[in-house]
């Protein structure tokens, strides 16, 4: 049974940090995309970052360039998301996935591409 738990959202000041990770079980986890995405109150899930089953090559949204670090330990089968200089736009609830491909530039950002979901993580960021 594939299970993807979510933990370390929380209530963050604006301007501050805060670790998520993923604890996956019941899948090679070093043969797997990661990704995180979020979902902020009343919206669409939408893509923050991937890193790459093979190479750990990471991918980013934009929105969240140079402040947002995705990371994975293939030994502890987790993968985190460090998030600094957060936002009040960065609330909601953050979820990570896992695809047994190596996506693309065209498919990574799309949530109908990964097989496996984790529950997700409430954060949120105060003004």
């Known amino acids: 049974q594939v299970q993807l738990v979510e933990s370390g959202g929380g209530l963050v000041q604006a301007g501050g940090s805060s670790r998520l990770s993923c604890l996956v079980s019941g899948l090679a986890f070093g043969e797997y995309t990661m990704a995180w995405f979020h979902q902020p109150p009343g919206q669409e899930r939408e893509y923050v970052a991937a890193?790459?089953?093979?190479?750990?090559?990471?991918y980013y949204a934009q929105a969240v360039k140079g402040r947002f670090t995705i990371s994975r330990d293939n030994a502890e089968n987790t993968v985190y998301l460090q998030m600094n200089f957060l936002r009040p736009e960065d609330t909601g609830v953050y979820y990570c996935?896992?695809?047994?491909?190596?996506?693309?530039?065209?498919?990574?950002?799309?949530?109908?591409?990964?097989?496996?979901w984790g529950q997700g993580t409430q954060v949120t960021v105060s003004s």
């Open positions: 890193i790459d089953r093979t190479n750990d090559r990471t």
């Open positions: 996935a896992a695809d047994r491909r190596t996506l693309t530039s065209g498919t990574r950002g799309s949530a109908a591409e990964y097989d496996y």
